[in-house]
């Protein structure tokens, strides 16, 4: 494979390095800062794509982290599956640094942002490796690492709700990796193993032996991964962080960190515990009741939200409770419907805080009844509303009816229509929320009041990009569902 | 607040904490400890003179500029040690595999990688733990 075989390890090690070199850029050569993230990403993407085409053709690659072997040394890990994660991953986040570059000059002080630009590579580079990880303290690790970047993209703004919101958001992360490391420890006690792969095959043996620590085990990853991805009824903490943090920071927090544990939450229930442990408690069944109520609730708790910010982030857990219910309807179709929301949802939920991001940047308003006449000058940004909300309903057109699509077939398939009607009633109840914003913007009689700034050419653009990708996800999904297709098949 | 017995005693106890704090960070693959103990006691005599002067002459000691680009090199360190370890036929992180001089199991200079990857790490330390200290006492300003 030549140098393309250290891509795994290249992925996660160039994100790191800008990190670490970005403060001394933005302090010596100021004007090279942004342009480095910016390349950084666009290498690791390339990787990223390189890899995906290579382990297409020669099946799944595995690195040695300073050539140890497993169960030993951290291995990382290259199937279809995570290299799609990765791809959505890094570019998502490349398309949301872009817009970034404008909008942080707007809410951050200025000597901050070369901080900020550390923070958003390490919280980068930090996912994409848990996203390739084979080995579970290295996970850990990784959460770590995801964790404080996130709160601290979060407390940069330095105000007061964001320095509350993000306390509150440490504090209930580092109670979900302790959970996580308490759940490790009983694997390890039990197996001797950190490896998913050596543990998957150790754990059908010592099943029969030790069933109470793998069942506690089992249970504190549901919670520490739960309260990360902000499932129902762990998700106290994301409607003020997401709320109150920068723009660019929580389109990065709704649109793909909660994802990125939720995919963690997919790979110890499809790569750690086998089978038998799955069928002798309903592990996949209270996560998917949990996700079922949660795309009620979230919905529910949305529609009487007066800030626009606070509706999005509550939206977001709704959001991703479908995700969590591909995981749990425990289908390939199922898989198939929950990672194309990843996708999708990453794409919308990262472009509807742009868009609020525009309307605070250029009217200064948050509270959704001051909406009203928007739509006339600010056209742009709220047609990307309209198509981001009608994502987020499910409408046909768009990428948020094949997901939900993909999700309904597979609960009709293993007989549980149920589940059809909680995904119905979720996206009517979506419909409630989201399309009054939309009327109100274009088509009431009153016109916009306040003073309107022009948006700056490349958050138009940014959102722009984000609308068409939103459509193209809605009309042209064959390659991608073929590719989860083939991803999902591995495990059935 | 100056007081002349802490001034003169920390003078006279700083030189033996950075060089017992070195000696731990050197003698990380040898002995217990490591690069993150050692790089907190060295870190700890730079919050000690700047606790028993004042804030000017602490900085003095490790300006911002230079805490900082000792924090960004020290993680880019490690970071290349890794890469070169590519470079030169490893795999990332690759010790012996890759071709580091292993040296004399048991004595200073030997463990190849580990030994470069500890210094870095003690540096990284060190003058995080001075810079962090430095930015709570500049906030509370």
Sequence with gaps: MGFSEHFPALIVVVLFFTAFISPLLYRWARKLAAPAVIAALLAALAMVVVLLIQVQQFGIYYYHMGGWPPPWGIEFKADPLRLYILVVLISVSLWIFIYALRDLGHELKTRVIGWYYTLYSVLVGSMAGIALTNDLFNLFVLMEICAISACAIISIKEDRECLEASFKYLILSAMGTGCFLLGVVMLYMVTGYLNYSFLYQALVEAFDFYPLNIFTAAALFIVAFGTKAALFPLHVWLPDAHASAPSPSSAMLSGLVIKIYAFALFLMFYEVFPRVVLEAVPLSEIVLWLAALGAMFGSIYAMIQTDLKKMLAYSSIAQIAYIFMGIGLHHSLALVGGFYHIMVHAVTKAMLFMVAGVIIYSTGVRRIDQLTGIGKVLPVTMVAFTIGSASMVGIPGTGGLISKWYLALSALEIGRPIFVLVILASSLLNAIYYMPIVINAFMHQDEFKKEVKPVPGIMQLSMVVGMVFIIIFGFFSKPVVTLLEQAAALFF | ?141
């Excluded at chain 2, 007081?3 to 006279?12: A, E, G, V």
């Excluded at chain 2, 070169?84 to 004399?104: C, D, R, T, W």
């Design chain 2, 1 to 141: 607040m100056e007081d002349q017995i802490t001034r003169i005693t920390s003078r006279l106890v700083v030189p033996f904490i950075q060089v017992y704090g070195i000696y731990i960070i050197l003698h990380g693959h040898l002995s217990p400890g490591g690069s993150f103990s050692g790089g907190a006691i060295f870190g700890a005599s730079l919050v000690l003179v700047a606790l028993s002067f004042n804030l000017e002459a602490g900085s003095k000691q490790i300006p911002h500029n230079a805490a900082s680009v000792l924090e960004s090199g020290g993680a880019l360190g490690y970071l290349i040690t890794g890469l070169v370890a590519i470079a030169l036929g490893g795999y990332y992180l690759s010790n012996k595999a890759a071709g580091f001089p292993m040296g004399e199991a048991g004595s200073l200079f030997s463990a190849g990688a580990i030994f470069i990857i500890t210094l870095f790490v003690g540096i990284k330390v060190a003058s995080t733990i001075a810079t962090l200290f430095y930015y709570i006492i500049e906030g509370e300003k």
